[in-house]
């Protein structure tokens, strides 16, 4: 079994790139607030400053993630670009550097024994007096019988005393001796030594055997006991564990005798990555003018100014890369209405007496919490008196009403409560009674805003001061709520609401509400609950702002003598395992507050779990849970007590209904609601 080993070596490089990071201050959606709780920031923010871009590029080199994040189009394309372009030649240089690692050789022309024989660079030769030594000199092959004349006549001499002495020659030589041994010590040593490599195959095949005497009768059980060996697969198991395990397999030896090559990168080979890169890092330079020219056409529309010196000051400031904060400069409408109040209301009510006009107020203001608070009753029609004296009780310091008097309206267009329908027929009623406004008549302006958007709040607020509207109605969101009262009371504008969140608030001397007093309501729920005289009861709340509602049921639990367990609503509006753990306390009394639209699913959900049957009772808290279709739960026993405000059978809210939904007929719209659907917030 013999073969030859030579050396092979070969040399790798790897082209390495490199991007400047670049700053794109031109586009405008890179400028964000940097406190997204403040609506009205002073000042923008751009995360993209040049140490961030520079991180974020070595980030993406590095094949890291990053917190700076791109928002424009503009940007997110160059950063496209960018991790495109890394990928690629990161995967280019990661697998040159796995094949420079792996093929560690040089590339030799020789392949086989014939190669030796026809040159006279790389000398060759045996273990002198071994086997393979043997092998050349008694061969009659014409190649191998000269190749032992060349061995024989070569100075120096060619021999190695032993195979470790002719492996070591090898290396020393660097590709200048080739050795030849038997292939089984070859594996041996290329699988510990990786600059060695074994060229084409064998030069001549004889197999190994055990000697054993003439005759012997160990004979077939040796020989049976070897083939069974070689079938079973022993011998190549053992071969494996010492040829590979044990001190070998450093080496990856496959495909060595074809001689792999390796060659570098070259630009031919990654030009079109560059090329990528460039085209597209000017699609996106044209996507970020495309925005800076569109966001200056926006600019100047703002600030009524003209587009050019709106690009020149958006430029002079796009140049300047130091600066990561940008002034917000509100347009002249939006300040809130800051200015002097005879600006709005001196046309309509001639110079303004500031003393007596919040005398005025603070005494109505007054009025009414002393009225709230001793728990009297307001009917319908006393609402609505109460409705117009709010409005018009600021009449009298003025010299003379003018023929039109605006009023304003500010409501939400997602709500279902109809407000702004109440709002417009109560107009109406007002204007057809010639007792009230002899002279003169009402004029509606609505404004229609989002509950969540109180940036548009404010600027709708400010469009309606500048009509000259003498009073504000709404909003309900809480999130608008503040700010139109704060617009109020600095030009001292009755604002009414119809709705209350928390409790009252005295400190606001222009706001007006006609909700009951949170207080008053509380203590008619205790009422109720003595009528009932529950001994126990669980209260099922669905948000924080219900707790505050029930603080007087739970400072009553003495008067009450009962015992008080709470529980709160799933947000995620699976309630099944908060009835089942309230079933098993065999606990059958609810006090339940929630928003109205939410009932029903809730109720459904206690009848799954056999909470509302024959011994069950719910105390709803809800003052419009009388406009919700309980026939579905008719055929059971439950009972069910909530409070109410309304009266659907009287004769002023059916005729109130009535009106609404005759007069949008005539506009052509329909208007599904009835008497008993209609909800205490579009009457109070």
Same mark, same amino acid.
């Given at each position: 079994?013999?073969s030859?080993?030579?050396t092979?070596?070969?040399?790798?490089t790897?082209?390495?790139f490199?991007?400047?990071?670049?700053q794109?201050m031109?586009t405008?959606?890179e400028?964000?607030?940097p406190?997204?709780?403040?609506?009205?920031?002073e000042e923008?923010?751009?995360n993209?400053?040049?140490?961030?871009?520079?991180w974020?590029?070595l980030g993406?080199?590095m094949q890291?993630?990053?917190?700076?994040?791109?928002?424009?189009?503009?940007?997110?394309?160059?950063?496209?670009?960018?991790?495109f372009?890394?990928l690629?030649?990161i995967?280019?240089?990661?697998?040159?550097?796995?094949?420079?690692?792996t093929?560690?050789?040089?590339?030799?022309t020789?392949?086989?024994?014939e190669?030796l024989?026809e040159?006279?660079?790389v000398?060759?030769?045996p273990?002198?007096?071994?086997?393979?030594?043997?092998f050349?000199s008694?061969s009659?092959?014409?190649?191998?019988?000269r190749m032992?004349?060349?061995?024989q006549?070569?100075?120096?001499?060619?021999?190695?005393?032993?195979n470790?002495?002719?492996?070591e020659?090898?290396?020393?030589?660097?590709g200048?001796?080739?050795?030849?041994?038997?292939?089984?010590?070859?594996?041996y040593?290329i699988e510990?030594?990786?600059e060695l490599?074994q060229?084409n195959?064998?030069?001549?095949?004889k197999?190994?055997?055990?000697a054993?005497p003439i005759?012997?009768?160990?004979?077939?059980?040796?020989?049976?006991?070897?083939?069974?060996l070689?079938?079973?697969?022993?011998?190549?198991?053992?071969?494996?564990?010492?040829?590979?395990?044990?001190g070998?397999?450093?080496?990856?030896v496959?495909?060595e005798?074809?001689?792999?090559?390796?060659?570098?990168?070259?630009?031919?080979?990654?030009?079109?990555?560059f090329?990528?890169?460039?085209v597209?890092?000017c699609?996106?330079?044209?996507?970020?003018?495309?925005e800076?020219l569109?966001?200056?056409?926006?600019?100047?529309?703002e600030?009524?100014?003209?587009?050019c010196?709106?690009m020149?000051?958006?430029?002079?400031?796009?140049?300047?890369?130091?600066?990561?904060?940008?002034?917000?400069?509100?347009?002249?409408?939006d300040d809130?209405c800051?200015?002097?109040?005879?600006r709005?209301?001196?046309g309509?009510?001639?110079?303004?007496?500031?003393?007596q006009?919040l =005398? !005025?107020? $603070?005494? %109505?203001?007054?009025?009414y919490?002393?009225?709230?608070?001793s +728990?009297?009753?307001?009917?319908y029609?006393?609402?609505?008196l109460?409705l117009?004296?709010?409005?018009?009780?600021?009449?009298?310091?003025?010299p003379?009403l003018?023929?039109?008097?605006?009023?304003?309206?500010?409501?939400?267009?997602?709500?279902n409560?109809?407000?702004d329908?109440?709002?417009?027929?109560?107009?109406?009623r007002?204007?057809?009674?010639?007792?009230?406004?002899?002279?003169s008549?009402?004029?509606?302006?609505?404004?229609?805003?989002?509950f969540?958007?109180?940036?548009?709040?404010g600027?709708?607020?400010?469009d309606?001061?500048?009509v000259?509207v003498t009073a504000?109605?709404?909003?309900?969101?809480d999130r608008?709520?503040?700010?139109?009262? =704060? !617009?109020c $009371?600095? %030009?001292e504008?009755?604002?009414l609401?119809?709705?209350?969140? +928390?409790s009252?608030k005295?400190?606001?001397?222009c706001?007006?509400?006609?909700?009951?007093d949170?207080d008053?309501?509380?203590?008619?729920l205790?009422?109720?609950?003595?009528f009932?005289?529950w001994?126990?009861?669980a209260?099922l709340?669905?948000?924080?702002?219900?707790?505050?509602?029930?603080?007087?049921v739970?400072?009553?639990?003495?008067?009450l003598?009962?015992?008080?367990?709470?529980?709160?609503?799933?947000?995620?509006?699976?309630h099944?395992?908060?009835?089942?753990?309230i079933?098993?306390?065999t606990?059958?009394?609810?006090l339940?507050?929630c928003?109205?639209?939410?009932i029903?699913?809730?109720?459904?959900?206690?009848?799954?779990?056999d909470?509302f049957g024959?011994?069950?009772n719910y105390?709803?808290?809800?003052?419009?849970a009388?406009?919700?279709?309980?026939?579905e739960?008719?055929?059971?026993?439950t009972?069910?007590?909530?409070?109410?405000?309304i009266?659907?059978?009287?004769?002023?809210?059916?005729?109130?209904v009535?009106?609404?939904?005759?007069g949008?007929r005539?506009y052509?719209?329909?208007?599904?609601?009835r008497?008993?659907t209609v909800?205490?917030?579009?009457?109070t």
């Amino acid at each position: 079994m013999t073969s030859l080993v030579l050396t092979d070596g070969k040399q790798l490089t790897a082209d390495g790139f490199e991007k400047l990071p670049d700053q794109i201050m031109i586009t405008p959606y890179e400028w964000n607030n940097p406190h997204p709780c403040n609506p009205e920031p002073e000042e923008l923010e751009n995360n993209l400053s040049l140490n961030n871009c520079i991180w974020h590029n070595l980030g993406s080199l590095m094949q890291q993630g990053s917190d700076i994040a791109p928002q424009a189009v503009s940007t997110r394309m160059v950063a496209g670009m960018w991790w495109f372009f890394t990928l690629i030649m990161i995967s280019s240089y990661t697998a040159n550097l796995a094949a420079f690692l792996t093929i560690t050789r040089m590339e030799s022309t020789i392949k086989s024994a014939e190669d030796l024989a026809e040159q006279t660079k790389v000398k060759f030769g045996p273990m002198r007096g071994g086997s393979t030594a043997s092998f050349f000199s008694n061969s009659n092959h014409t190649l191998y019988q000269r190749m032992w004349a060349m061995m024989q006549q070569a100075k120096p001499d060619v021999f190695a005393e032993s195979n470790i002495e002719g492996v070591e020659r090898v290396q020393k030589a660097k590709g200048r001796y080739a050795f030849f041994m038997e292939s089984v010590s070859i594996e041996y040593e290329i699988e510990r030594r990786c600059e060695l490599t074994q060229i084409n195959g064998l030069l001549d095949q004889k197999g190994y055997g055990i000697a054993l005497p003439i005759n012997s009768p160990y004979r077939s059980l040796v020989s049976g006991a070897v083939l069974k060996l070689s079938e079973n697969g022993v011998l190549g198991e053992l071969k494996n564990k010492w040829w590979k395990k044990n001190g070998g397999g450093k080496c990856d030896v496959s495909g060595e005798a074809e001689g792999g090559t390796n060659n570098e990168l070259t630009m031919a080979n990654v030009g079109g990555m560059f090329v990528v890169l460039v085209v597209g890092c000017c699609a996106a330079f044209l996507v970020a003018v495309l925005e800076f020219l569109w966001n200056c056409r926006k600019i100047a529309v703002e600030r009524k100014i003209t587009p050019c010196e709106a690009m020149v000051s958006e430029l002079k400031f796009a140049l300047n890369f130091t600066e990561i904060t940008k002034p917000v400069e509100k347009p002249q409408e939006d300040d809130y209405c800051k200015q002097d109040l005879g600006r709005y209301s001196g046309g309509l009510f001639g110079p303004a007496n500031t003393h007596q006009h919040l =005398s !005025i107020v $603070d005494l %109505l203001h007054g009025f009414y919490v002393s009225l709230m608070q001793s +728990g009297s009753k307001m009917s319908y029609p006393s609402q609505i008196l109460f409705l117009l004296l709010s409005c018009f009780i600021l009449l009298p310091p003025c010299p003379a009403l003018p023929d039109v008097i605006p009023i304003g309206g500010v409501f939400h267009p997602e709500s279902n409560d109809h407000q702004d329908v109440a709002f417009q027929y109560a107009v109406e009623r007002i204007n057809m009674d010639s007792y009230l406004l002899p002279h003169s008549r009402l004029e509606r302006h609505i404004a229609n805003v989002s509950f969540v958007d109180s940036f548009t709040t404010g600027k709708r607020v400010c469009d309606l001061m500048e009509v000259g509207v003498t009073a504000v109605f709404g909003p309900e969101s809480d999130r608008s709520k503040g700010i139109v009262r =704060s !617009i109020c $009371d600095t %030009l001292e504008i009755p604002n009414l609401q119809t709705n209350w969140r +928390g409790s009252l608030k005295l400190d606001a001397p222009c706001q007006l509400n006609m909700h009951p007093d949170p207080d008053a309501i509380a203590l008619a729920l205790v009422d109720v609950l003595k009528f009932l005289s529950w001994k126990s009861f669980a209260i099922l709340y669905e948000s924080n702002e219900g707790l505050m509602r029930l603080q007087e049921v739970f400072k009553s639990r003495d008067k009450l003598s009962a015992k008080i367990s709470v529980y709160q609503l799933s947000m995620d509006g699976d309630h099944r395992s908060l009835f089942k753990d309230i079933h098993d306390s065999t606990q059958t009394h609810i006090l339940l507050d929630c928003a109205t639209d939410n009932i029903m699913n809730i109720l459904r959900q206690a009848k799954e779990v056999d909470m509302f049957g024959d011994y069950e009772n719910y105390f709803i808290t809800s003052l419009d849970a009388h406009t919700l279709d309980f026939s579905e739960f008719e055929h059971l026993q439950t009972n069910v007590t909530f409070l109410r405000l309304i009266d659907p059978n009287s004769p002023e809210v059916i005729n109130a209904v009535n009106d609404w939904v005759h007069g949008e007929r005539e506009y052509g719209r329909v208007l599904n609601i009835r008497p008993e659907t209609v909800r205490r917030i579009s009457l109070t």
